[in-house]
């Protein structure tokens, strides 16, 4: 589910003083586990670990209501985890069985696995965007063997070599090779990968004891709308791109600055994957990379004064930051464009051709499909914006600069 290996630690200008030194920026930058922290205004931030990866973890958030604390996010299922979550409730004062709902952002398994389990514990409602659920339904309706048939189709086509299919049809070896990050997030200075990521979580997920089929949602949420959440002002913002119904949840409450709950729309030093889905309904071309440049320029009008991310820590200056991602993804657009313009290519090759930070030479097999779907998206995206073209009756298909 990750991406490429992290670099060093950037630097975050914006931030000065006491913010700097804030037990999870302190947490991240010593690659520890951050502790569980009361963020004031009924919001409690816990950790929870994600195994052999290293960014260690993903940040819960507890929002207190008078039912009980709802969730946004659950983290990864396994032991560590579900002790993590419930120890972390039991420090802000509740017990898992007092949950009353989870907020889903979006369907991997480091922010919905134990999902399932927490609703068994409690009986709370599970609520995501419709079009995660219905992701999370195509999941459910069939075996990992089926995704992983129709991306070797679509791969091939891409002028994959079949050493690398052969890869893919074997799952890619051991659970953790290659796997960099959590939240398939890559490094905004090394451009990392991309992903088909509905087959590649689910082939994790079931090798890990995940099943994502048990936890399909009690309610849907939409763009704009409440939550749900008793007795509080949180506002759904629907902000795909990293997947299609990936949700950002905005806190606008008296007495307390605005806050976004941005799970991995908006990280503070990396920038999540957007790659092609395989299980889009009705297989219509989409834009993913497109969606995701429309969802940060909604973020930056919105101008939040807070941003409470799933990875690495609290961060200020949505619109810097931002401004940051679509820089970055605007010159991996320039770079692949240009690489079209001096002949026609395949996915595959132009996917070499690109800047990741790696080598391709030293990329491994996760690392190589990763790239490859985050080349795809961009790809797609020149394609809908009339600056490329695929060559007709080519197989593999090639592709050209207009």
Not at 69 to 91: H, N, Q
Not at 218 to 240: F, M, Q
Not at 321 to 329: E, F, I, K, N, P
Request: proline content about 9%; glycine content about 12%.
């Amino acid at each position: 589910m990750p991406a490429e290996e992290p670099g060093p630690e950037q630097s975050d200008p914006q931030l000065s003083g006491p913010e700097q030194s804030a037990p999870d920026r302190l947490a991240w930058r010593g690659r520890t586990l951050p502790p569980v922290q009361r963020l004031g205004g009924g919001v409690w931030s816990i950790p929870v670990p994600i195994p052999d990866n290293p960014l260690r973890y993903t940040l819960v958030y507890a929002l207190e209501t008078e039912r009980g604390p709802v969730l946004v996010d659950t983290g990864w299922d396994d032991p560590t985890g579900r002790a993590a979550l419930a120890d972390g409730l039991g420090a802000a004062g509740f017990g898992l069985a007092e949950v009353h709902g989870i907020l889903v952002t979006h369907h991997h398994p480091d922010h919905h696995g134990l999902s399932a389990h927490v609703r068994e514990q409690s009986g709370a409602w599970i609520a995501m965007h419709g079009a995660e659920a219905a992701v999370v339904r195509a999941i459910a309706g069939a075996p990992a063997s089926r995704w992983i048939d129709r991306m070797a189709r679509s791969m091939r086509h891409a002028g994959v070599p079949e050493e690398h299919l052969a890869a893919l049809r074997g799952l890619g070896g051991s659970p953790t090779d290659d796997r960099d990050g959590a939240g398939g997030t890559d490094r905004d200075g090394g451009t990392g990968g991309g992903t088909d990521r509905a087959a590649d979580d689910d082939a994790h997920a079931r090798r890990s004891g995940v099943a994502l089929a048990d936890a399909l949602p009690d309610r849907e949420l939409a763009h704009g709308e409440s939550a749900g959440v008793p007795g509080r002002d949180v506002r759904v913002l629907w902000t795909p791109g990293h997947t299609p119904g990936h949700v950002c949840l905005y806190l606008d409450e008296p007495g307390r600055p605005s806050r976004l709950l941005s799970g991995d729309h908006l990280l503070p030093t990396i920038s999540p994957v957007v790659s092609l889905y395989p299980e889009n309904p009705g297989d219509e071309p989409t834009d993913p990379l497109g969606d995701y440049l429309d969802s940060l320029e909604r973020i930056a009008a919105l101008a939040p004064q807070e941003i409470l991310p799933a990875h690495q820590y609290r961060f200020t200056d949505a619109p810097a930051r931002v401004r940051a991602l679509l820089d970055h993804h605007a010159d991996r657009l320039a770079e692949l464009h240009v690489a079209l313009k001096h002949g026609p290519l395949t996915l595959w090759q132009a996917a070499q051709g690109m800047h990741w930070n790696r080598p391709w030479s030293e990329l491994g097999f996760l690392a190589r499909h990763l790239a490859l779907s985050e080349a795809a998206a961009h790809l797609r995206r020149l394609v809908r914006t009339g600056l490329a073209e695929e060559v007709p009756g080519t197989d593999p298909a090639l592709h050209r600069a207009l």
